[in-house]
């Protein structure tokens, strides 16, 4: 699946589970855990969605900001697991 597809997937997902403030907006390359959009128990609901919807799994040391820190780099890390 192309990175754009997968950051359109990823966008929708957070806008419908943790954005609750009709103001509230972020860039692709917004920190969800500075922006107070996902928190630790957020970034778990978003490893199963990845796994669940992109068939992947995703390790315990893959657990890190540069992963899942943003929607690019969400998208570029579920490209990466998928190409591999």
Do not use: C, H, W, Y
């Amino acid at each position: 699946m192309e990175k754009q597809k997968i950051s359109e997937k990823v966008a929708q997902f957070i806008a419908e589970q943790f954005v609750f403030d009709e103001e509230l907006s972020i860039s692709n390359d917004d920190s969800l855990l500075e922006s107070g959009t996902i928190d630790s128990t957020g970034i778990l609901e978003l490893v199963l969605f990845l796994e669940e919807n992109f068939s992947m799994s995703v390790e315990d040391d893959e657990l890190v900001p540069d992963n899942l820190d943003s929607i690019n780099k969400i998208a570029d890390f579920v490209a990466r697991k998928n190409a591999a």
